[in-house]
């Protein structure tokens, strides 16, 4: 079963696929990594609650956005997967 | 006092609302309405059992204590959530595929089905969600008291013992609802609809409240946006001060819980109608928890600046509306709180249920009960009561221990302490997803430690000094060993004690795990299991791991009846046989139906149950050749080839069995043919042969008596009637046989055609009792009634006949599958032996040697008459006498005309 052939090379609407997969393991990732900036803040301004607010919850709705645009375009849903890439399969 | 009422009333119509909501669920669900209920937003709703009445009402005191830090408990659910495509797919993917009833199940399932690995889990996951229950009645009783408080200034705070009676209501309450909803089917993968149904409506409520309290504090009583950030940077909590470890240690541990949390898994895996509704929850629910802690900062900013010194900052939510006079509000949050401690504790206690039930009360039942084969869907009366008992266990643990604890600051801080004890199942659980070295000794190893710390350090010094541990063990460590101080192992001085217990826990936990596992080596099944569980992407039709060549049908049909009672069991066989292209209910025990059998039993009462249960039928569990080639696909083409020998040998014997089965069948036949002919030449016989003597006498005798005459005349008739009859029924069938009858359609009810068959056989002596269930039997009938009649007469009088018990039952049962309607007609006789089920349908077949003498044709004549109905008639093995099951559909064929025919005729 695993010496089965597989392609080098993608057409162009896989690898966009494979892409979106790769990215949407990155976001948890990338998404922890910033939230550990204020940590960076310590001794900052007085305010600096309602400036750590403003970025937690911004970079918050920011995942929240990425996340839902992935799950759109990640394979293996029907209407995700089919209708997004309807175009490609024409061919 | 007036408040305090309408407090009370409000509780009440809202419980009735959820009973209501879950009711109609279930009743939707069981009507096939399951769109609905089935959505995605239903799914992303039901998760916000993760936001309990701790996150509801303490994290604004969290906030409150210490600023933004109360977020790390929202942001790493988040990420997990977020990260949806590395873990939570794969998770909730294996879970479906190997019918997973609880987290519990998932670890025993992954290393081998061991069942103490399902024990330390189980035992694990009561003591971390007792206390954590015992939270939630803490949280609705001191919520309680303080609308008391607040509607009576004068009177003293609430005595304590009335708290207690409160909370005791309130579990008792919570465990009549667990009980009605969560009990009311067996099979885990049936999902509990009502309940999901239920939490979604609480987690709806509990977004409103908090919402509703927020927008009145930042534009009522704040006065904007601008003057909240203001009133924040004037507050207390304005520095931003957290600090890192616990900012990172806090966002970890919650990410690590959300995926170990009994009831987290319930919800997320175990109640997961489709992989696809994950994808919307990898936004929605972020979204959800992001809405959730948006006003938690103002709030207690604005609860901090307005409410007298010394007020509890936990219940603010609460008691900043009351302070204003805003009692709607009050209530509306009131409500908010209650719903999410009641959702928790509904979710929690079916999650634990399961678990006790299945990897505890069961293995010990099964174990003293033997394998007695007993009536059928007993063992599913013991789980399910054995799953009721569990819920009011857990329930009343829950109370003891807020009793015990007397509700008190030290309760407050169990929300993270539980974390830090169901964080323990993570190596365990991950490493079981993605490793293939994982095995199940490592695992016991890494649970065992990190549990032990997690004790020591964490959870027994969480009831004070002095209570459970002693002051000196606190102060010197054990045997005055310094380093082993309970919060400074190994001379970690000063670290904050959940991060300090999470930090050695997992440590020693991983650490256990992976070397344990590295130098052990796996079982066969493990290995299996293993390959299943981590490739479960790449082969998720996966092979079986019996062989189940001595497997007997009948015994395996006996035991799925016991589990999942006898109507679903005998669907499900009839089914699998009907694949196979077998007749009769009985399929072949292929390793494929014998793997099907056993994942549909794990559903009921666990992997390791089940297996062991199938295990004691088929034999020892084997995995064949094939198994472990997808085990170790790295191995070489010789195994393949070997490999593809013993199946193609299997596949042969099993064709060979088949092929011996036809030819029996064929040389019984027509061994039956060759005596049924003499049988019908010696029927006609012998009435021939008085015919011709008593006419002779007739013809040839002068001085015969009048009285003699007529006697004569008489045998001569009786003779020819019975010579017709034997005609008729011969006649009967081949018209039967080639379809030229026509059905005579009326319509009437079953319990009148019993009655009607009853008697013509002879009805009830003394020696031969029916019992029947007439409640079941008012069915409306339009078919050929009298054609039906004839075949229940048959029946009736088969077993009258037959039946050798003293005195003979036979029970008559009316049952549904699918949109057939059965009759069963049971006797307590010692049955049909084996290889007679399979002729005695056939013409001229008559069992045994038997004495009163029927050609042989009343079955066959049954069969064809049911055949044109549109039904069947079939031997039911698995029953303790003969049985045999009449299937028809409530309206027959071609009887859509029948009203106006019956009409006209009339």
Not at chain 2, 582 to 596: K, N
Not at chain 2, 721 to 738: H, P
Not at chain 2, 781 to 790: E, I, K, M, V
Not at chain 2, 822 to 839: C, H, K, P, R, Y
């Amino acid at each position: 079963m695993s010496p089965e052939r597989r392609p080098v090379f993608l057409e162009r609407r896989s690898y966009r696929r494979r892409r979106i997969a790769d990215a949407a393991r990155l976001l948890p990732l990338g998404g922890g990594l910033l939230l550990c900036v204020p940590l960076l803040w310590r001794g900052g301004p007085a305010d600096g609650t309602v400036t750590a607010i403003i970025y937690v919850f911004g970079l918050w709705a920011l995942l929240i956005a990425l996340a839902a645009f992935l799950s759109r375009h990640l394979p293996g849903s029907e209407e995700g997967g089919a209708t997004g890439k309807d175009p490609g399969e024409r061919e | 006092m007036t408040v305090l009422n309408i407090l009370v009333l409000v509780c009440l119509a809202y419980v009735v609302l959820l009973f209501a909501v879950a009711f109609g669920a279930d009743r939707a669900a069981r009507r096939g309405h399951l769109r609905w209920l089935r959505s995605r937003l239903v799914y992303t709703l039901s998760l916000s059992i993760y936001c309990t009445a701790w996150t509801f009402y303490g994290a604004v005191g969290f906030a409150a204590r210490s600023g933004l830090e109360f977020v790390t408990i929202y942001l790493g659910p988040t990420l997990v959530m977020v990260g949806w495509w590395w873990t939570l797919r794969r998770l909730v993917l294996v879970g479906r595929t190997q019918r997973i009833t609880s987290i519990a199940d998932l670890i025993s399932s992954r290393y081998g089905k061991s069942n103490l690995l399902a024990v330390l889990v189980t035992i694990l996951a009561v003591v971390g969600t007792t206390p954590y229950i015992a939270l939630q009645l803490q949280s609705v009783t001191l919520s309680f008291a303080a609308v008391a408080a607040f509607a009576e200034p004068g009177a003293a705070a609430a005595p304590l013992s009335e708290m207690k009676s409160t909370a005791l209501w309130v579990a008792a309450g919570l465990a009549l609802f667990t009980i009605l909803f969560g009990t009311r089917n067996l099979d885990a993968n049936e999902r509990h609809h009502g309940v999901v149904m239920a939490i979604a409506l609480e987690a709806v409520v509990k977004l409103f409240a908090l919402l509703a309290v927020g927008v009145f504090v930042v534009w009522w009583l704040a006065g904007g946006i601008g003057a909240t950030a203001e009133r924040i940077a004037a507050s207390e909590i304005s520095q931003f001060e957290v600090s890192g470890g616990r900012w990172v240690g806090l966002t970890m541990l919650s990410a690590m819980a959300f995926l170990c949390l009994p009831r987290m898994f319930q919800v997320m895996v175990v109640e997961n109608e489709d992989e696809d509704h994950l994808r919307t929850a990898s936004w929605a629910f972020p979204a959800y928890l992001l809405l959730m802690s948006l006003f938690v900062i103002p709030i207690a900013a604005v609860g901090l600046e307005r409410m007298p010194a010394g007020s509890n900052p936990d219940l603010f939510v609460l008691t900043l509306p009351l302070a204003e006079g805003q009692g709607g509000l009050a209530i509306l949050s009131f409500l908010g709180g209650f719903s999410s401690a009641t959702s928790m504790v509904i979710v929690a206690a079916i999650a634990l249920s399961t678990m006790v039930s299945n990897h505890i009360v069961m293995p010990i039942w099964l174990h003293y009960s033997g394998g007695a084969a007993t009536v059928s869907g007993d063992v599913r009366q013991v789980a399910l009561m054995a799953r009721r008992l569990s819920i009011i266990g857990v329930l009343f643990l829950g109370y003891v221990y807020f009793r015990v604890s007397g509700g008190g600051e030290a309760l407050a801080a169990i929300g993270l302490i539980a974390f830090v004890g169901v964080a323990q199942f993570l190596p365990a659980l991950m490493g079981g997803l993605f490793w293939r070295g994982a095995t199940r000794s490592g695992a016991i190893a890494g649970l065992c430690a990190g549990a032990l710390i997690w004790l020591y350090c964490l959870f027994l010094p969480s009831f004070g000094p002095a209570v459970l541990m002693s002051e000196a063990l606190h102060a010197a460590g054990p045997w005055g060993i310094d380093w082993l101080r309970p919060h400074a192992l190994f001379g970690t001085e000063g670290m904050d004690p959940v991060l300090h217990a999470l930090l050695w826990s997992l440590l020693a936990n991983t650490g256990a795990f992976v070397i344990v596992s590295l130098l052990v080596f796996p079982q066969p099944l493990e290995r299996l299991q293993g390959a299943q569980f981590v490739n479960v992407f790449d082969h998720s039709g996966t092979p079986g791991g019996w062989s189940g060549d001595m497997a007997q049908s009948e015994d395996l049909l006996i035991m799925a009846q016991r589990i999942m009672g006898a109507q679903e069991a005998q669907a499900m066989f009839s089914e699998a046989a009907v694949r196979q292209g077998v007749s009769g209910y009985l399929p072949e025990p292929s390793p494929d139906f014998l793997q099907e059998l056993e994942r549909a039993l794990a559903g009921s009462v666990g992997a390791a149950t089940a297996h062991a249960m199938v295990a004691q039928i088929v034999g020892g569990a084997s995995v064949s050749v094939r198994d472990l080639m997808a085990v170790a696909d790295e191995t070489a083409q010789i195994m393949e080839y070997s490999s593809q020998l013993e199946a193609k040998s299997q596949e042969l014997a099993r064709t060979a069995r088949q092929l011996r089965q036809a030819n029996e069948k064929l040389t019984q036949l027509s061994v039956q043919k060759d005596s049924f002919l003499s049988q019908v030449s010696h029927e006609l016989r012998t009435p021939m042969t008085s015919i011709r003597a008593f006419s002779e006498i007739l013809r040839d005798t002068d001085d015969l008596s009048p009285e003699e005459q007529t006697k004569y005349a008489a045998i001569i008739h009786d003779e020819t009637v019975r010579l017709t009859r034997l005609l008729d029924d011969l006649l009967d069938l081949s018209v039967l046989e080639n379809g030229q009858v026509n059905l005579n359609i009326q319509s009437g009810t079953l319990e009148d055609l019993l009655d009607r068959a009853v008697r013509a056989a002879g009805g009830e002596t003394d020696r031969f009792a029916i019992r029947r269930a007439r409640s079941e039997e008012r069915v409306d009938l339009s078919t050929d009634l009298d054609r039906l009649a004839q075949v229940f007469i048959n029946l009736v009088t088969n077993a009258r006949k037959y039946c050798d018990a003293d005195p003979a039952v036979l029970t008559i049962r009316v049952g549904r599958a699918g949109d057939q309607l059965t009759v069963d007609f049971s006797d307590n006789g010692s049955g049909i032996a084996a290889d007679e089920q399979a002729v005695i349908f056939e013409k001229f077949a008559r069992v045994g040697q038997n004495k009163a003498g029927g050609a042989g044709l009343g079955l066959a004549i049954c069969r064809e008459i049911m055949l044109r109905l549109g039904g069947d008639i079939a031997y039911l093995p698995g029953q303790k006498g003969a049985a045999f099951r009449v299937s028809l559909p409530q309206v027959a064929p071609g009887a859509s005309v029948a009203p106006e025919q019956s009409l006209a005729e009339s």
